[in-house]
């Protein structure tokens, strides 16, 4: 099905894990890219793999904490392929810690990459998408933003805050066709899960109705789902992809 043919679709952090696997299934659809990370070189590295596949791709450095580089990858993006469709605000990182060791500069960074980061892409995305009429951005939560998780009251706090931004922009921008919808991913396989100790990987997968972890894919498939026309009447919803785990 080729559900984002003639569509471009920005991706951040996608060099790896649940991104880069997004990507692929939107590659899958028909989807110009653009493979945005904080890493160059690695951006590079999965822009070749999609490209080998037969995917058109554009790879850029992008920190989403820097305004001006956010601004840029956008109208990269629309240099490059003549529109901005999809925004998939993917990119993150955790810093782990309970209250009582978590540092002040653990907060801010979490919530720099994840709230921050993903308020700039709707930022600058929407700008272009509402001059075009149409658009589609999905902001990648995480079921932790549902629930609060111990150890996570930054991650928690920016993945609920992208909730509420997630229906604020909704509300903004519908009339002007663009549409804003949120995924709430709970267990995935990917280097930010591998990095659990052997014992929370197994508490967390105790907690999954399904009986095991997802794999990126499968949050890739949702993400198409939202962004494209699929989903065309939906706007300021949060999908759990969860397994079943915090229903
Ligand atoms: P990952 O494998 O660590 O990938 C995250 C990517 O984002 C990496 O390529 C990383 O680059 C990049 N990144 C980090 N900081 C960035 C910045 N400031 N600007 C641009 N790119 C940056 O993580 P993942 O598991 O795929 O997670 C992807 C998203 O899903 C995140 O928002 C995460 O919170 C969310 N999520 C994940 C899970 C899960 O179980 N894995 C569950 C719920 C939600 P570097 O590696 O160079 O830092």
């Given at each position: ?11 951040t ?25 904080i ?23 992008c920190d989403v904490t820097d305004e001006d580089g956010v ?20 990119a993150g990182i ?14 801010r960074q979490v919530m720099d990459v994840h709230l921050f980061g993903t308020w700039l892409g ?126």
């Amino acid at each position: 099905m080729d559900l984002l043919e003639g569509r471009s679709a920005i991706i951040t952090g996608a060099a790896q894990g649940i991104g880069l696997a997004i990507a692929r299934v939107f590659a899958g659809a028909g989807a110009r890219l653009v493979i945005a990370d904080i890493d160059e070189q690695a951006a590079k590295d999965a822009a070749e793999e999609l490209v080998a596949g037969g995917a058109t791709v554009l790879p850029v450095r992008c920190d989403v904490t820097d305004e001006d580089g956010v601004e840029a990858m956008v109208a990269a993006c629309a240099a490059e392929f003549g529109s901005v469709d999809v925004l998939v605000n993917n990119a993150g990182i955790t810093r782990d810690a309970t209250l009582r060791k978590m540092t002040a500069e653990q907060f801010r960074q979490v919530m720099d990459v994840h709230l921050f980061g993903t308020w700039l892409g709707m930022k600058y995305a929407s700008l272009k998408m509402r001059e075009q009429g149409n658009g589609s951005i999905v902001n990648i939560s995480s079921i932790s933003g549902k629930v609060g998780l111990v150890g996570q009251t930054n991650y928690s706090a920016a993945k609920a805050g992208i909730v509420g931004m997630t229906k604020a922009g909704a509300k903004e921008l519908a009339h002007l066709g663009v549409r804003v919808n949120a995924i709430q991913p709970g267990l995935v396989r990917t280097a930010m899960t591998e990095a659990l100790r052997p014992d929370i990987w197994a508490e967390k997968l105790a907690g999954v109705p399904m009986g095991r972890a997802a794999e990126p894919e499968e949050v890739g498939r949702v993400a198409l789902f939202l962004a494209s026309d699929l989903s065309s009447y939906m706007t300021g919803t949060v999908l759990e992809v969860t397994g079943g785990r915090h229903m």
